[in-house]
T-cell receptor, first 109, second 117 residues
Framework: GQNIDQPTEMTATEGAIVQINCTYQ??????LFWYQQHAGEAPTFLSY??LDGLEEKGRFSSFLSRSKGYSYLLLKELQMKDSASYLC??????????WGAGTKLIIKP | DVKVTQSSRYLVKRTGEKVFLECVQD?????MFWYRQDPGLGLRLIYF???????EKGDIPEGYSVSREKKERFSLILESASTNQTSMYLC????????????????FGAGSRLTVL
């Protein structure tokens, strides 16, 4: 079966750095997405990785290793507004998205 | 500002009622999707559509149907609501193209939280 694993919840301190991991086992691979979802709101797109390596976008970076079936989202200089759920999703060989359950990130002052 | 608009943010219905959830996008996207989101579970795909009048079953289509009569509108129908359909329903859209053009990136609506009593 297809599976995406990510931690259920993480806590970090304002101003710090946090890494949210995502491991996947899917039928084929056509890219990995990260979305951010604030409580009660719609998920919004953060990043897309299809090649190995690190993609940086301001305070957020996303890393992919296809051979290891592994990705992480790195958030630097954490702000209170970064408190949200972070969803990992993989596009499989049929171009269907397989979703993880999401990681709830709690930022403390 | 591009948008996916869902008609109702909160609905309360009774078991056995017919429920319509409407979704409209203004981005001229070809693809539209209905998901449900429940605590502790990933987003689960109910139905999707790649074109007008076209629909495909997702992972959990039982108890649901859809309609896409116009490109911008995708409706989810619960023919006879049941308590296990209490959930957050998310509509999304995307355009068709190459991955590096931004295709397959979903734009979501704000969600419709349905409670079935």
């Amino acid at each position: 079966g297809q599976n995406i694993d990510q931690p259920t919840e993480m806590t970090a301190t304002e101003g710090a750095i946090v890494q949210i991991n995502c491991t996947y086992q899917t039928s084929g691979f056509n890219g990995l997405f990260w979305y951010q979802q604030h409580a009660g709101e719609a998920p919004t797109f953060l990043s897309y990785n299809v090649l190995d390596g690190l993609e940086e976008k301001g305070r957020f970076s996303s890393f992919l290793s296809r051979s290891k079936g592994y990705s992480y989202l790195l958030l630097k200089e954490l702000q209170m507004k970064d408190s949200a759920s972070y969803l990992c999703a993989v596009l499989d060989s049929n171009y269907q998205l397989i979703w993880g359950a999401g990681t709830k990130l709690i930022i403390k002052p | 500002d591009v948008k996916v608009t869902q008609s109702s943010r909160y609905l309360v219905k009774r078991t056995g009622e017919k429920v319509f959830l409407e979704c409209v996008q203004d981005m001229d996207h070809e693809n539209m999707f209905w998901y449900r989101q429940d605590p502790g579970l990933g987003l689960r795909l109910i139905y999707f559509s790649y074109d007008v009048k076209m629909k495909e079953k997702g992972d959990i289509p039982e108890g649901y149907s859809v309609s896409r009569e116009k490109k911008e509108r995708f409706s989810l129908i619960l023919e006879s609501a049941s308590t296990n359909q209490t959930s957050m329903y998310l509509c999304a859209s995307s355009f068709t193209g190459t991955a590096f053009s931004g295709a397959n990136v979903l734009t979501f609506g704000a969600g419709s939280r349905l409670t079935v009593l």
